[in-house]
Structure formats: structure tokens, C-alpha cells
């Protein structure tokens, strides 16, 4: 859970490490999202403090960098992406999520429990 506004939050549940040969990555995250209003939520994969798109110079928007979504009580986030650019060697990805409001945002849960998957391309 966390109360800041307007900022990425890293996820530290989130983190995974893996190993890549330099070949395009598929990334697959679906996390549950609770907040007690409806507010604008927004996660996305990150591989050595930057973002998986910026590996690639994919388009960037520092408000919403993979979409935005509208959670209100509990919300399943899902993004299926291919990242491209990210070099060969050992990584740790770890999920950052932000909000709008200034009700606190719970990222998982006991029973809805988070899934990340990396899948190299070949």
C-alpha cells in the first residue's frame, strides 16, 4: 500500500530477476489494484531504474507511461507487451505503480496474487 501522489512507486513484491540473451522480451504482469474512491492508477515494468519502453525509444508519457486506468475498490491491471532494445545479461524487473488521488492504492493481494512472465523472443 502506499499514500503518494502523482509519483512512481516501485512494487516490492514485484521484482524478478532474469537472465536475457539481447533478444526482444515479452512481458506479461497482471496485479491487482484496491483504492477506496475511483482515482487514475497506472503501472509499468522497470529493468535497471528505467522503463522497459525506453530500451527501445518507445513513446513516452511521464503521466501515464503505459495507459491509464480507472480503479475503484479492486482492479485487475494487465499489460502484455513486447520491449525490445534491452540488452543481453542479467536484469532485475520490478513493477512501479502511481495515482491520482490521495486515497491509498494496495498493489496484491493474498488471494488475488500478482503474475509476471518474461518471455525472450527468438
Known sequence: MFSQVGQWVAIP??????????????INVDMSLFT???QSTSCRPMIAGRWAGDFGAY???????E????????????????Y????AGGH???ME???ADTADLTV???????????????
Open 36 to 38: 477506496t474512491v475511483q
Open 67 to 82: 495507459g491509464i486506468n480507472y480503479t475503484n475498490f479492486w482492479t485487475q491491471w494487465s499489460k502484455t507487451r513486447l
Open 13 to 26: 513484491s514485484s521484482t524478478v530477476a532474469f537472465a536475457s540473451e539481447g533478444g526482444p522480451l515479452l
Open 59 to 65: 513513446p513516452y508519457s511521464a503521466q501515464w507511461t
Open 108 to 122: 496484491g493481494h493474498d488471494i488475488v496474487p500478482q503474475s509476471i512472465s518474461i518471455l525472450e523472443m527468438h
Open 84 to 87: 525490445t532494445g534491452i540488452p
Open 97 to 99: 505503480c502511481k495515482k
Open 92 to 94: 532485475v524487473l520490478t
